[in-house]
């Protein structure tokens, strides 16, 4: 769930941003700005000792040396994984010396909204789960 959490919060941080570049489309010398997330997650993940690869699954939390696994993975750190907004400077810069393509950042807006819906379903399953197990059927 922490890690459901900063990808909800990541999803607002792109939000905003693809809101800003689209707003300064026309903006002069206006550099479009770019969110970086799953790059910083994915070496938390690999930091904690998750490959991702295949069906591998993440570990059991332990809390307690007579847990089962043993392992000490610490899902809470997944939570810590900040989203990190950056200047994109490598694209092509048009006659103003603006770099923003409204069809792209469009595109973008479109794929990041799709993901928040999935990542919310994830998260409303996960709640039904707990519910579930909490409360029986």
Known sequence: MNAMQSALNASLVRQQVYANNIANVNTPGYKRE??????LLQSQLAAS???????????????NPRDLGGNYFTPASLGAVAPVIS???STAV???GNNVNVDAEMSALAENQIGY?????????????LRTAILGS
């Open 49 to 63: 000792g998750f490959s991702g690869s295949g069906s591998a699954k993440l570990p059991l939390e332990a809390n």
């Open 117 to 129: 819906g999935a990542l919310v379903q994830d998260m409303n399953d996960q709640f039904t789960m």
């Open 94 to 96: 048009g006659p103003n």
């Open 34 to 39: 770019q969110v970086h997330f799953d790059s």
């Open 87 to 89: 200047t994109d400077t």
